[in-house]
T-cell receptor, first 118, second 113 residues
Framework: AQKITQTQPGMFVQEKEAVTLDCTYD???????LFWYKQPSSGEMIFLIY??????QNATEGRYSLNFQKARKSANLVISASQLGDSAMYFC???????????????FGKGTLLTVNP | KAGVTQTPRYLIKTRGQQVTLSCSPI?????VSWYQQTPGQGLQFLFE???????NKGNFPGRFSGRQFSNSRSEMNVSTLELGDSALYLC????????????FGSGTRLTVV
């Protein structure tokens, strides 16, 4: 079964508007971390935001915020005031912290291609 | 400070050959992990090293191997290349044993012809 599901292969947004990228996850580990990365066409993976499973508040980093709904196993990324430079692939990833050998790897979703229109 | 450096950036190899990719982590980072990214399979974990020890390995054939040196630099090797090995290979480094912070390099794009 897929551990990270990103159901939106592509998304379009107008410049200066907000956009939400969906991510659902599946784990039986009570301790885990959720990440969002941005990958421009250059290929580098750029870390955006992190949410720990025990964090009480939703994570925020500048224009990025994470809408964490633990009971629904959902960790959606919200980008406010979109900019043309936000056009890229966005990946949701999970690290299961207590799963023995899984402790040291990230499991990624298939990604969402975001296009920001002027 | 310098980021994660992967060399080379681009590589073209012939089927059957072998290839070695290099990753220099951020200074002070002792954990290095490798990922393969293809259009069909997405991002898949290859292996992770900490202090020269492989701690975890993904579901890849034995043709894929890696190592880490005492200065934390890491190499991965693919022997007997197949067309399906064409991919972007990404390296990530992190600072602490159980940190959540992973910094990725720009990747090595391998094309097998």
């Amino acid at each position: 079964a897929q551990k990270i599901t990103q159901t939106q292969p592509g998304m379009f947004v107008q410049e200066k508007e907000a956009v939400t990228l969906d991510c659902t996850y599946d784990t039986s580990d009570p301790s885990y971390g959720l990440f969002w990365y941005k990958q421009p066409s250059s290929g580098e993976m750029i870390f955006l935001i992190y949410q720990g499973s025990y964090d009480q508040q939703n994570a925020t980093e500048g224009r990025y915020s994470l809408n964490f709904q633990k009971a629904r196993k959902s960790a959606n990324l919200v980008i406010s005031a979109s900019q043309l430079g936000d056009s890229a692939m966005y990946f949701c990833a999970m690290r299961e912290i207590n799963s023995g050998g899984s402790n040291y790897k990230l499991t990624f979703g298939k990604g969402t291609l975001l296009t920001v229109n002027p | 400070k310098a980021g994660v450096t992967q060399t080379p950036r681009y590589l073209i190899k012939t089927r059957g050959q072998q290839v070695t990719l290099s990753c220099s982590p951020i200074s002070g980072h002792r954990s290095v992990s490798w990922y393969q990214q293809t259009p069909g399979q997405g991002l898949q974990f290859l292996f992770e090293y900490f202090s020269e020890t492989q701690r975890n390995k993904g579901n890849f054939p034995g043709r894929f191997s890696g190592r880490q040196f005492s200065n934390s630099r890491s190499e991965m090797n693919v022997s007997t290349l197949e067309l399906g090995d064409s991919a972007l290979y990404l390296c990530a480094s992190s600072a602490l044993r159980d940190t959540y912070g992973y910094t990725f390099g720009s990747g090595t794009r391998l094309t097998v012809v």
